[in-house]
């Protein structure tokens, strides 16, 4: 697959990710976190906050990666 194609393809994936992400976690913190305090708050969001990342980082590595080489 050309790299050009590749970006194309990652950089709608991760645009994506950012907005279902934000959108759910979001969506679970207000059906579930309604009645807690500060502190649950803080560290629910802390917590989903950084967690994107990781399939984030797993769509930039493929998007970046050489184009395979045909036989």
Known sequence: MPVR????????????????????????ATARLAESGALV????????GLLWILPAMAIIKWMVGPPKSRP
């Open 5 to 28: 194609v590749k970006k194309l393809i990652g950089t709608v994936l991760l645009v994506a990710l950012v907005v279902i992400y934000a959108l759910l976690a979001t969506a679970i």
């Open 41 to 48: 708050h803080l560290a629910y969001f802390l917590f989903t």
